[in-house]
């Protein structure tokens, strides 16, 4: 599976748009991009996936760039509970056969 | 569909002695796995299980480790002589293992501390 890097912590305040950049430069063809949150002292929450399309969901928006090597997980209005550690994983397939490859995220801190 | 559930939540035990885990998935999930996070970083994967059928083990599974999913529902993990360095959150997730889904689904963890 292709490596990701995000940046370790961002802030957002509350009710603005919180834009979550990830490079994957080494992503090949069928490599599909996923995003799981993880808040404090809970296990990780799915939040949605896509291969080279823009995908919108009722949590969050998937915006994958042309080349696919970089994509932005968006929460178009922030609340106080979407602070929490966001993954960005890369890996082969769209149904999950397979483990999941956690690096170690980004910390966003929703602000009042 | 109550979630996946892992017990005891909190486990503190001293070292050298056996700890076990137990993980109940959403009800006819087929696919089991378990993860272990450290502060600070992301879950690592351990073991993965489909039905009864471990299929994958990391080298992060040293020998004192053992995991089973004796009728393809629950599973335990044990860790066996525990040490300082097995301080840790123990996840497990499950997932249907159906063609189009992509979601696992994740417990609450267990989380581990060794004195």
């Known amino acids: 599976d292709a490596k990701t890097t995000q940046p370790t912590s961002m802030d957002c305040a509350e009710g603005r748009a919180a834009n979550l950049p990830c490079n994957h430069s080494?992503?090949?063809?069928?490599?599909?991009v996923y995003w799981y949150r993880q808040i404090h002292s809970q296990g990780p929450q799915y939040i949605i996936h896509?291969?080279?399309n823009n995908e919108t969901n009722e949590m969050a928006s998937l915006i994958i760039t042309e080349d696919r090597k970089s994509s932005t997980l968006i929460l178009p209005h922030a609340t106080l509970r979407d602070t929490a550690v966001y993954y960005c994983i890369v890996r082969f397939g769209s149904y999950n056969t397979d483990k999941l490859i956690f690096g170690t995220g980004t910390r966003l801190q929703v602000f009042p | 569909d109550t979630g996946v559930s892992q017990n005891p939540r909190h486990k503190i035990t001293k070292r050298g002695q056996n700890v076990t885990f137990r993980c109940d998935p959403i009800s006819e999930h087929n696919r089991l796995y378990w993860y272990r996070q450290t502060l600070g970083q992301g879950p690592e994967f351990l073991t993965y299980?489909?039905?009864?059928?471990?299929?994958?083990k990391s080298r992060l599974l040293s020998d004192r480790f053992s995991a089973e999913r004796p009728k393809g529902s629950f599973s335990t993990l044990e860790i066996q002589r525990t040490e300082q360095g097995d301080s840790a959150m123990y996840l497990c997730?499950?997932?249907?293992?159906?063609?189009?889904?992509?979601?696992?689904?994740f417990g609450p963890g267990t989380r581990l501390t060794v004195t």
């Open positions: 080494t992503i090949s063809g069928n490599e599909y």
């Open positions: 997730a499950s997932s249907s293992g159906e063609r189009g889904t992509y979601e696992q689904y």
């Open positions: 299980f489909q039905n009864e059928a471990q299929l994958e």
């Open positions: 896509g291969l080279k």
